[in-house]
Structure formats: structure tokens, C-alpha cells
């Protein structure tokens, strides 16, 4: 099954410093590293070489040439992707030593979206397949309305959490992909242990994965309940772990894998990345994965169904 995924593409700046900046400080970087990034490209990039069809969506600006030779390169589908005048989105990334990110986010042409232009994106790609999406574009109330009205099933990835999530009907997505921050958030602030049950409360027919960083992820789907625990690796780069995490997940689910197997590949492709500097060039390919799970070297739990 072919995915759309209509969604961003930045230009990460990554800067290594031994700790974060604190408010008011000045200091030195470690180094610079320039990577193809974006919630949306990372997860076109983990989709595909997940081993999916993959057609990519969305506005590039002036200077996002090399996010559209990143995405070719990797055998997406670019021809819905339009380069407008205007700087495009693009991100200053610390990384610590611990290998944790945080990120400040420019959303420049990601966020030029039109009815127009949406409408001819869905016309373009047709009427079969699924479509994928992140919180990094505007007008995403009527992405999601528009892919459900065109009978389209939705995996949304409701990040990063702002008040545009708020304004999606969320009884139109299919697959809702949070963190615990986000998770608590959309749920109103309930305690971590409570999400799945207040989400699914209101929006039944919903299927939820919920990840949880270096705790694992939690997966509701037809009213089972599976969870996963992490792979244990030295992490040099934690930044599209998550993505990572998004697309592989996806492929296990439009292949009809069982959940459990879908959580496995996508713990251990996560692990993987989280193992390599930068955004898309650290997501692996589904060649290594299965060399991983198949040899044992990442020690990948089992999933396991709750109650
Ligand atoms: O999820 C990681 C991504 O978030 C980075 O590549 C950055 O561009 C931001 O969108």
C-alpha cells in the first residue's frame, strides 16, 4: 500500500555542546553538522526504507535542494513536493553529551500550505493508499479532513504538540502516534499510566501507539493492549529515534504484521539510529534491522499483551 505523507522537511543545524544552554548563556559549539531532517522527511525516509511506497508531499524553499536529492536518493516518490520562493523550515539542534537533542524550530515554507495546494496533492495521489502526517505544517485540520473524506486511512504523529492539534477532529485519525508529553496532553493532563484509556474512551475506534522514550512504547489496537520495553545502546544522537520509531511501526501495520512483531522492528530500527549522528541519514535500512533481530546483537525484548 503506497503512503502519502504530506509533511516537513528542514535543514537541521546541529551544534555538539557538552550541556545545553541556559538562559542567558553564551558558549562555545563543539562542532557543526549540517543533516536532511524535518518530523515529515525523517519519517518519509524511515517509511521507505522500511520498504514502503513512498510519495512525499509539501513546499521546499530556496534552499531545499539538497532535502529533495535526500528523499530521491532514497526512491521517494517527489513529484508533490513544490520549491516556493522563501526560506524553508530548517532547525538549530543542540546535542549533548548524553546524546539528547533539543530543538528549535523555524517553520518557514512547511507552513505556506493552501486549500489549493492540499487539494491538488490528494487529486495527484489518488484514492488508494494511506497518509501520514506530523504536527510541522499548517492547515492540518484540513489535511486530516480532507484524507478522510477521500477514504484514506490517517496515521498521525500529533508532534510537536501545539495549539493545532487542538483543532484536528481526532475522531477522523486512524492511527495516533504521541509521546508521554503529548500523550498527557491530548488526554488532559492524566497521569502517564492513564492516556491509553482516557484517548480510547474518546475516540474509540482510534488505534494509539504511545512512545515512551528510553521506557519503550505502549500499542492499543482493537481493544489489546501490547507493550515493549528498549534495546540498551550507547547513544551518540537520540534526534529522529522517534521518526524512526513512526516509520518502521507503519510498514509492520500496512503489512499486516501482528502488533507485537510491528513494536520489535521498530524498537530495534529506533535503536539503530539512536546509535548514529543526525536526523534521516541516522534511520536504518531494513536490511540491518533484520540483520539485528536475526543475529541477536541488540538484544530487542519481546513485546508483551497486557490484561
Ligand atoms: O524528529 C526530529 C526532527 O524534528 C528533526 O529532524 C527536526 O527537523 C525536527 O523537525
Known sequence: MKILNLGSMNVDNVYQVDEFLLPGETKLSQGLSLFCGGKGLNQSIAAVRAGNEVWHAGLIG?????????????????????????????????????????????????????????????????????????????????????????????????????????????????????????????????????????????????????????RGAVCLHQGERHTIGVCSVQAVDTTAAGDTFSGYFMYGVLHGLPIPDCLRLATAASALCVGRAGAADSVPLKSEVDQALAQGSLEVPLARREG
Request: hydrophobic share 40%; glycine share 10%; aromatic share 6%.
Open 62 to 214: 530556496e534552499d531545499g535542494g539538497m532535502l529533495l536529492d535526500k528523499l530521491k536518493e532514497n526512491g521517494v516518490n517527489t513529484s508533490l513536493i513544490r520549491q516556493v520562493p522563501g526560506k524553508g523550515g530548517h532547525t538549530v539542534i543542540q546535542v549533548n553529551r548524553q546524546g539528547q537533542n533539543c530543538i528549535l524550530l523555524y517553520g518557514g515554507t512547511n507552513r505556506m500550505l493552501t486549500h489549493e495546494i492540499i487539494d491538488g496533492i490528494f487529486d495527484a495521489f489518488g484514492s488508494e493508499g494511506a497518509v501520514l502526517l506530523q504536527n510541522e505544517i499548517n492547515l492540518l485540520p484540513y489535511v486530516i479532513e480532507t484524507a478522510h473524506r477521500r477514504g484514506l486511512p490517517v496515521f498521525f504523529n500529533a508532534a510537536p504538540m501545539d495549539a493545532q492539534v487542538s483543532e484536528c477532529d481526532l475522531s477522523l485519525v486512524d492511527w495516533l502516534i504521541v509521546n508521554e508529553v503529548e500523550g498527557r496532553q491530548l488526554a488532559g493532563d492524566c497521569p502517564e499510566e492513564e492516556i491509553l484509556s482516557v484517548l480510547s474512551r474518546q475516540y474509540p475506534s482510534m488505534s494509539i501507539l504511545l512512545t515512551l522514550g528510553s
